[in-house]
């Protein structure tokens, strides 16, 4: 069995975890580290973390060359004190631990944009609502970040008011494209 590892990440992963167990070629399901043992080479439980990290957004492989390792087990750290939830806040779960974390300084707006770009796509994913699309903001900009289920709608670019937390979002629909703002749990 082989896997497929972005350029660099090979040395990430420690090589007993490459090796595939007797009788069992199935990787297990991925949770957050619960030992320090983890943290010595990257297992291979931990490589989708990595990925919802460095493939939504490459840029943060520059704030810690080469690999962004440093980066990753501080955000791991914290995700597993968190406990996280792997559903649509996670990205904006990113978002705060950036804005919070001694990288602050060298995250900009852009990169803040694509994780939010990343939950809205991933609650339009998931989300059994009636609502047909989403929209969200942080109050760090006045950027908001629009996606829809089915089919673009047209959406009246009206002053939304001023977002009254760190990360907020509205569930839309076709006759009443926004109505509140609510807070990201």
Not at 6 to 33: M, N, T
Not at 111 to 129: G, P
Not at 137 to 151: I, L, P
Not at 166 to 177: I, Q, Y
Request: charged share 20%; net charge neutral.
């Amino acid at each position: 069995m082989s896997y497929l590892l972005p350029s660099g990440a090979a040395r990430l992963v420690s090589k007993a975890s490459r090796r595939p167990l007797r009788g069992d070629l199935q990787l297990p399901a991925a949770e957050y580290p619960s030992n320090s043992r983890c943290f010595v080479h990257l297992d291979a439980r931990l490589l989708p973390y990595w990925h919802t990290l460095f493939d939504i957004c490459p840029a943060l492989l520059k704030l810690d060359p080469p690999d962004g390792l440093n980066l990753f087990r501080s955000f791991m750290t914290w995700a597993y004190r968190n406990q996280l939830s792997r559903g649509w806040t996670y990205y904006l779960s990113v978002c705060r631990w950036l804005l919070g974390s001694r990288y602050r300084g060298q995250i900009d707006e852009e990169s803040i944009e694509v994780f939010m770009t990343a939950a809205a796509a991933h609650w339009i994913h998931t989300d059994d609502s009636h609502a047909q699309g989403v929209v969200l903001a942080w109050q760090g900009t006045s950027v908001r970040v629009f996606d829809w289920k089915d089919r673009p709608y047209s959406v009246v670019e009206e002053q939304l008011p001023p977002v009254p937390w760190d990360f907020a979002w509205c569930p839309l629909s076709e006759k009443t494209p926004f109505q509140r703002w609510l807070s990201v749990p």
